[in-house]
C-alpha cells in the first residue's frame, strides 16, 4: 500500500519557472527514500510539498489514502538546524512534540483519537527508552548549550521519534555534522528502519549518505521535473553498506544520475 501519492504535481513559486510538473510519484509504506540532486533543484520544496507545508499548484498528494491539506501530527519532521529551545532542558525539549501535539490544530480538533488525552502511552518510559537508544541516557538535564551538536541533533531526532510517527521527513539532518558523528548517525537512521516500519523520506546533498539510506534513490534536476528519475539500491538493506564491495559503484551510478540530470 502506498504511503504517499503524488500525482500530476505541478509547483512554482510565484514569479519563478515551475520547479515540478505533471509530476507523479509513489512511496510505499516503510520504503527509505532519499532525495537527492544539486542545489536549487526543489528537494526542500518536494519535502515541504510531502509535509503539508505547501499546497499544490496542480495536481494533489496523498498521505495513507488521505489528500493533504495540511500538516499531518503522524508525519515527523527533522531539519538540519535542530530547532531545540535553548532555555529548555533536553527532557522537555524532547516531550515538547509530544504537548502540542495534544493541541493540534486551534482547538486541538485534529488531534487523532489515538492520541486524545488519556490515550498516550507512558511517557516517561517511552522517553527514556528513546533517550537511551539515541545515546543521550544522562544528559536529560543538560540545556542544549551543554550538548555537543551531534547531540543537540539526537536529540531533536528522539523529540521527533517520540511521537512515533508513520512518515518521517528529513531535510539534510546530519549535513552540519563532522563525519564520524554523520556516520554514526546515518548508520543508527538506517539501524530504525531495519526494526520499525516507518517509511523515511531524507533530503541530502550528499552521494555516500544517499546510498547508506535510499532503498529509493530520487535524483531531482535544475530543469523542470517531469518523469523522475528513481535508482532501485538493494545496498541501503545491508547492515554496513559502507563495507560492501559494491558501495563504489553504486555511488557512481548515483552521481551518473545526477550529471544526466542536470
Ligand atoms: N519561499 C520561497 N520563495 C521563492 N522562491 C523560493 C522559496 N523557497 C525556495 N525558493 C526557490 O526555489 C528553488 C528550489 O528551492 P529548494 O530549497 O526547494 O531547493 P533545494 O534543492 O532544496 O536546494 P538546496 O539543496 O540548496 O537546499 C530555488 O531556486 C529557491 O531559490
Known amino acids: 500500500m502506498s504511503m504517499v501519492h503524488i500525482r500530476h504535481l505541478s509547483f512554482g513559486y510565484p514569479g519563478k519557472p515551475l520547479l515540478f510538473d505533471n509530476f507523479s510519484l509513489e512511496i510505499e509504506k516503510g520504503e527509505s527514500w532519499v532525495i537527492i540532486g544539486p542545489s536549487g533543484c526543489g528537494k526542500s520544496t518536494l519535502l515541504s510539498l510531502m509535509a503539508g ?24 519532521l527533522v531539519f538540519q538546524d535542530h530547532g531545540l529551545l535553548p532555555w529548555a532542558t533536553i527532557r522537555a525539549n524532547v516531550s515538547l ?4 501535539r495534544r493541541f493540534y490544530g486551534s482547538d486541538g480538533r485534529h ?20 533517550l537511551q537508544r539515541l545515546g543521550l541516557a544522562g544528559k536529560e538535564h543538560c540545556y542544549p548549550a551543554q550538548l555537543s551538536r551531534g547531540q543537540r541533533q539526537r536529540a531533536a531526532i528522539a523529540r521527533t521519534l517520540l511521537m ?10 546530519f549535513s552540519a555534522l563532522d563525519p564520524p558523528i554523520r556516520e554514526e548517525l546515518q548508520e543508527l537512521m538506517a539501524g530504525l528502519g531495519r526494526t520499525q516500519a516507518i517509511t523515511r523520506i531524507t533530503v541530502t546533498h550528499d552521494i555516500p549518505e544517499a546510498v ?23 545496498l541501503a538493506k545491508d547492515e554496513k553498506p559502507r563495507n560492501h564491495y559494491g558501495f563504489n559503484k553504486m555511488c557512481q551510478r548515483v552521481r551518473q544520475a545526477m550529471g544526466e540530470s542536470t
Open 53 to 76: 507545508l505547501k499546497r499544490p499548484r496542480q495536481g494533489s498528494i496523498e498521505v495513507e489514502g488521505k489528500q493533504l491539506q495540511r500538516p499531518r501530527p503522524e508525519s515527523g
Open 97 to 100: 512534540g509530544l504537548r502540542i
Open 111 to 130: 488531534t487523532p483519537a489515538k492520541w486524545q488525552n488519556g490515550n498516550e502511552k507512558p511517557q516517561a518510559e517511552t522517553m527514556d527508552l528513546w
Open 164 to 173: 512515533e510517527p508513520d512518515l518521517l521527513l528529513m531535510d539534510e539532518p
Open 212 to 234: 547508506i539510506l535510499g532503498e529509493k534513490i530520487l535524483v531531482t534536476t535544475l530543469k523542470v521535473n517531469r518523469a523522475p528519475t528513481i535508482l532501485a539500491n538493494p
